[in-house]
């Protein structure tokens, strides 16, 4: 390392600059087009691999070209390097086996988890950064601190601090260590943290700088912390991929303003892009379940949505495992819809089972996916992908519902939500107006669940009840494994 | 009014780059089909580790032992984000591409 410093300080100084800066050139180049191909089904794994690319650039060229501009007008570059890499080897170690082992369902988490560390990180350099840019002011005898470099710090710790906090609560929701609480109180908590926040930000701002006193940045680290907190908290635990998106959003913002303070074109543009299209994301997401992205913030599910009809008086039927074979061997069309009870359970290598049994036997099996069944969008995707189900087995739900008056029977397994009549029918529904998969509409329903448990939305569902739906108690694979025993008994 | 103005003409370039990259960024995203909404989260929240670049650079003008603990922790975090974010995109795509060769 040492050699490669001195050959590249031989260079004259606007050599190092102008290299950093076309290798930064390149890696937003690299991001736009990663990001781009990403969002296209053929093309989306080498988008990954080049916005990598872009990033192994940008960190291996700041590493050696890097110069920052001292008060004696010297420029001096990169120290600590043998600290830097061996940082950089315990990140890529820990993040890489993390990645590689942990279970297909519990990839949501994982996201999160990535997402708040890179906004710890963020927060960090800003709780760095304070002191010397103090110190720095207070020896120009600034009057204040209002400036946008004292901005980008704040802004930074304070955005970053907030997606660490919340991502591992969203975290801990998902991976079941941290229940809702639901409190209508905690909105007018929420909100005035939130002003509390900002107003403490313009009230550093105007501060006369004094070098050495650093408690308001300390203060406004916890702060963000509790905001984060308090923040995630009363949001629904079937909400958090659409939090978890907003949490990477705010993340990329908070990149940027670490871009905007060293004016580094890589971060900016790395963090922005981010930032809107993280945004988007979203509110595409929040389409998609037809809710607001307020509506899901303040989270109107469960709480106050007790409406709907008593159910104390239903009854529900159950169907036997032999009745159920007989009845799917004897059918020509059949429809699974797959909720997060099949991610939970790990049973889409038996739906993939009871597919191929199912064909032998002249029996077409189709899967029909909600966009947002499961935890995030496209976890049914990726699951049934990971046993082997071809791609045009899986209809989407507009297809499904089409082809529904002609399917024999619908096996739910381990969905709630997203095949609740209630939907369409009860204006006075939390989901009312979400676009459901209407399994009601085939000839027969099986629904495959553990108990009689309420869904994530907390609200009752009537398909239990039709004449033409039929109960198979029990965990969605154990379910299954007899099911597929029982029809090759047949 | 002026500090205002003059704080645009000192940032001009970087208020310049936000503006085109937060239109880029909804450009780039606007037609995703559902299915794919996780890997691309994922992929964007891999981008921006991007923020590793300033740990690195604070690390390398730290002086005292706090700062040094500070950014060294700051780059671990920061290489997590980038080495996890995109190991697990890409082990997310990996399934899709799986499908489409047996088609």
């Known amino acids: 390392m040492e050699n490669i410093q001195t050959i590249t300080r031989t260079f004259d100084f606007s050599g190092y600059l102008s290299i950093l800066e076309i290798s930064y ?322 049973a889409q290598h038996l739906c993939h089972e009871l597919e191929n049994l199912l064909a032998s036997k002249g029996v077409e099996l189709k899967y029909g996916i909600h966009p947002v069944a499961g935890r995030m969008p496209g976890h049914m995707n990726v699951l049934l992908a990971e046993a082997d189900v071809a791609y045009e087995k899986l209809q989407e739900m507009e297809d499904a519902n089409n082809e529904m008056n002609n399917t024999d029977v619908v096996i739910v397994v381990g969905a709630n939500d997203v095949v609740n009549p209630a939907a369409e029918e009860d204006p006075s529904s939390p989901i009312y107006g979400m676009p459901v998969i209407k399994v009601w509409e085939a000839k027969n329903t099986i629904i495959m669940k553990r108990s009689m448990a309420k869904g994530y939305a907390a609200i009752e569902n009537n398909l239990f009840f039709m004449p033409k739906s039929r109960m198979l108690f029990g965990d969605a694979k154990a379910t299954l494994q007899k099911l597929v025993a029982e029809i090759k008994n047949l | 009014m002026n500090e205002l103005l003059e704080f645009l003409l000192e940032y001009r370039e970087a208020i310049f780059i936000i503006l085109l990259s937060i239109f880029l960024g909804i450009e780039v995203i606007s037609h995703v089909p559902s299915v794919l909404h996780t890997p691309l989260m994922s992929g964007a929240n891999a981008i921006h580790g991007v923020v590793i670049i300033g740990a690195i650079i604070v690390m390398g003008h730290a002086t005292n032992v706090l700062s040094m603990i500070l950014g060294f922790l700051a780059v671990v975090l920061g290489t997590l984000n980038v080495v996890g974010g995109f190991v697990v995109t890409d082990r997310m795509l990996e399934m899709f591409k799986k499908k489409k060769k047996q088609q």
């Open chain 1, 25 to 346: 050139i390149l890696a937003s180049v690299l991001f736009i087009l990663g990001l781009k191909k990403l969002s296209h089904p053929d093309t989306a794994r080498s988008g990954n691999l080049w916005a990598a690319g872009g990033m192994g650039l940008a960190i291996i060229f700041t590493i050696l070209f890097h110069k920052m501009k001292l008060d004696d007008g010297t420029f001096q570059g990169i120290h600590n390097i043998p600290w830097i890499i061996a940082a950089l080897i315990i990140g890529s170690v820990v993040g890489w086996m993390a990645a590689k082992k942990v279970k297909m369902t519990a990839m949501p988490q994982m996201v999160s988890l990535f997402n708040g560390m890179g906004g710890a990180c963020a927060a960090l350099i800003s709780m760095m950064e304070f002191p010397r840019m103090q110190t720095e002011l207070a020896g120009h005898q600034a009057a204040t601190m209002l400036n946008g470099e004292a901005l980008a710090i704040l802004l930074g710790l304070m955005i970053g601090g907030v997606s660490f906090a919340g991502s591992m609560i969203a975290f801990g929701k998902l991976d079941e260590r941290i229940g809702d609480v639901k409190s209508p109180v905690l909105r007018y908590i929420n909100l005035s943290f939130l002003f509390i926040l900002f107003a403490f930000v313009i009230f550093v701002m105007f501060k006369t700088p004094v070098a050495g006193e650093n408690w308001m940045i300390y203060t406004l680290a916890g702060l963000a912390l509790v905001y984060g907190v308090t923040f995630v908290m009363p949001i629904g635990g079937a909400d958090m991929p659409v939090v978890i998106s907003l949490l990477n959003s705010f993340t990329g913002v908070a990149a940027a303003m670490g871009g905007f303070l060293y004016h580094n074109q890589a971060m900016l543009t790395g963090g922005i892009l981010v930032g809107s299209s993280g945004t988007i994301l979203t509110i595409l997401m929040c389409k998609a379940m037809n809710r607001s992205l307020l509506n899901v913030i303040i989270g109107a599910f469960g709480g106050s949505s007790a409406a709907g009809p008593a159910s104390g008086d239903k009854t529900v039927k159950e169907i036997s495992l032999s009745d159920a074979a007989v009845l799917l061997s004897y059918s020509q069309k059949v429809l699974v819809v797959p909720g997060y009870g099949l991610a939970v359970a790990q």
